[in-house]
């Protein structure tokens, strides 16, 4: 088990331009969630899927910001129109169902930096 | 919405002194979920230990915590801290049979020799 995959594990954007993260969940798990860390805020939820099907993306900032899982082997993340304060580490994370009694396991992240 | 408060943002401390690290929750639900996650440094996080038990306490890798309803706190504890526990802690919460975490804003904890 190669655990949760994530790619890049870094990208460079120019403010303006669009950045695609993407997420492979460990093989089995019907949960997927993306989180993103910084310092100042820790870990902020930014949206879930369940069974591949979008549950709650109540932390999404939602003029510039998706989530698709079109299958069950990835997840995206897409930021259009990046900023500075979207420089982050973009966490994706996966759990056998939903994380009230459950594990989540982390992928190593993706860390954006918007110039 | 749910909250977690850790009310430390770094922990600076000696090899072999006792670890407190403090953590309380707000929430509308009567029975959730406490977790601590620790992240070592180019790590991600991973599960320390969690508990959903009023006044049990678990236990896990030297670290242990106690969940105490009455004043919604989930502190983790270590009788003697070691180097290699200088990490970033986060507590979180979730409802019981809820499906998200919800991580407060983390403990650096850095321990000298």
């Known amino acids: 088990n190669a655990g949760v995959i994530q790619t890049p594990r870094h990208k460079v954007t120019g403010k303006g331009q669009e950045a695609t993260l993407w997420c492979e969940p460990i093989?089995?798990?019907?949960?997927v969630f993306w989180y993103r860390q910084t310092i100042v805020q820790g870990l902020e939820f930014l949206t879930y899927?369940?069974?591949?099907?979008?549950?709650?993306d109540s932390g999404m900032p939602k003029e510039r910001f998706s989530a698709q899982m079109p299958n069950q082997s990835h997840s995206t993340l897409k930021i259009q129109s990046t900023q500075p304060q979207d420089s982050a580490v973009y966490l994706c994370?996966?759990?056998?169902?939903?994380?009230?009694?459950?594990?989540?396991?982390f992928g190593a992240g993706t860390r954006l930096s918007v110039l | 919405g749910d909250s977690v408060t850790q009310t430390e943002g770094l922990v600076t401390l000696t090899e072999g002194l006792p670890v407190m690290l403090n953590c309380t929750y707000q929430?509308?639900?009567?029975?959730?979920?406490l977790f601590w996650y620790v992240q070592h440094l180019n790590e991600s996080p991973r599960l320390l230990l969690k508990?959903?038990?009023?006044?049990k306490r678990t236990e896990h890798q030297g670290f242990h915590a106690t969940l105490h309803k009455s004043s919604s706190s989930f502190h983790l504890q270590k009788s003697s801290a070691q180097l290699s526990d200088s990490a970033l802690y986060y507590c979180?919460?979730?409802?019981?049979?809820?499906?998200?975490?919800?991580f407060g804003t983390g403990t650096s904890l850095l321990v000298d020799p």
């Open positions: 093989s089995g798990h019907s949960a």
């Open positions: 994370a996966s759990s056998l169902k939903g994380a009230g009694q459950n594990t989540l396991y």
């Open positions: 979180a919460l979730s409802e019981n049979m809820g499906y998200k975490l919800t």
């Open positions: 929430t509308i639900y009567s029975n959730p979920f």
């Open positions: 508990s959903f038990t009023d006044n």
């Open positions: 899927f369940r069974n591949q099907a979008p549950i709650d």
